[in-house]
C-alpha cells in the first residue's frame, strides 16, 4: 500500500530540519503514524460530522499559528475553495519561490472535471 504524500515527504526530511504542519482529517482515527528524523510539529484537526472540504479548520488554525523568524517554506496542498483563502494570507508571508500552493481536488467534480476545471483556472490566474 502507497504512503499518503503528507507521511512520505514528513519522513523523507533530514534530521534537523524543522517542520509544522496541519492536516485535516475526519477524527483520531484518521490520523497517520508519522516516523520522521525531523523536528515535526504535526497537528490534527478533526473536522468530526463536517464533510471534507466544507470547514475554516485549516484557515484558522494557518492565521492563528505565530509565523516564526526568518525564512519560512510553505507547502499548502488541498481542496480547490479553501486554498482560495489560505493562498492569499500565505502569499503575503513566504517569498514566491519559499512556497507551494495546490489545489488537488474540489467538492463536488469529480476526477475530470476537477482537471478540467483546473486548467481553466491556470489560463486566467496570475502565476
Do not use: N
Not at 479553501?82 to 503575503?92: D, Q, S
Amino acid at each position: 500500500m502507497r504512503r499518503p504524500a503528507i507521511a512520505a515527504t514528513l519522513e523523507a526530511l533530514p534530521a534537523g530540519a524543522r517542520a509544522t504542519v496541519f492536516c485535516e482529517v475526519d477524527g483520531p482515527d484518521d490520523e497517520l503514524d508519522v516516523h520522521t528524523v525531523a523536528d515535526v510539529d504535526l497537528r490534527w484537526l478533526h473536522r468530526g460530522e463536517a464533510a471534507a472540504g466544507t470547514t475554516t479548520l485549516l484557515d484558522d488554525a494557518v492565521r492563528a499559528w505565530p509565523w516564526p523568524e526568518g525564512r519560512v517554506q510553505a507547502f499548502v496542498h488541498g481542496e480547490s475553495r479553501l486554498l482560495k483563502t489560505v493562498r492569499p494570507y500565505v502569499r503575503e508571508r513566504v517569498a514566491r519561490g519559499d512556497l507551494s500552493v495546490s489545489a488537488y481536488w474540489r467538492l463536488g467534480a469529480t476526477e475530470e472535471g476537477f482537471r478540467r476545471w483546473k486548467a481553466e483556472q491556470r489560463a486566467v490566474e496570475p502565476g
